[in-house]
């Protein structure tokens, strides 16, 4: 078979005119998607509160909106770091 395609150019040529051929009418009938959609929500909260000690901070600012948060079915996850004076809030709904 090799030596036919040395001996004959042109069967040649055909062969790889028609692999050609093939692969572009491959490549138009594949599915495509442009921008699929990926959902996935996060949010910061940042409340500064001068003076106050982490577990006042807690007490005052991070437990009330953790509470509010976790009434929210969308949800997922809450993450809390109470640090004197600026406690933050970290919570993400959607799929994960």
Do not use: C, Y
Request: glycine share 4%; aromatic share 2%.
């Amino acid at each position: 078979m090799i030596r036919a395609f040395i001996d004959n150019g042109r069967l040649a040529l055909l062969a790889v005119a028609l692999l050609i051929a093939a692969g572009l009418a491959a490549l138009q009938s594949l599915p495509r998607t442009e921008d699929p959609q990926i959902i996935s929500r996060f949010a910061s909260v940042v409340t500064p509160l001068p003076g106050a000690s982490a577990e006042r901070v807690e007490a005052l600012v991070s437990e009330p909106i953790e509470n509010r948060l976790r009434a929210q079915s969308e949800v997922k996850l809450i993450e809390s770091h109470s640090r004197p004076a600026s406690p933050s809030s970290r919570s993400s709904s959607g799929t994960r």
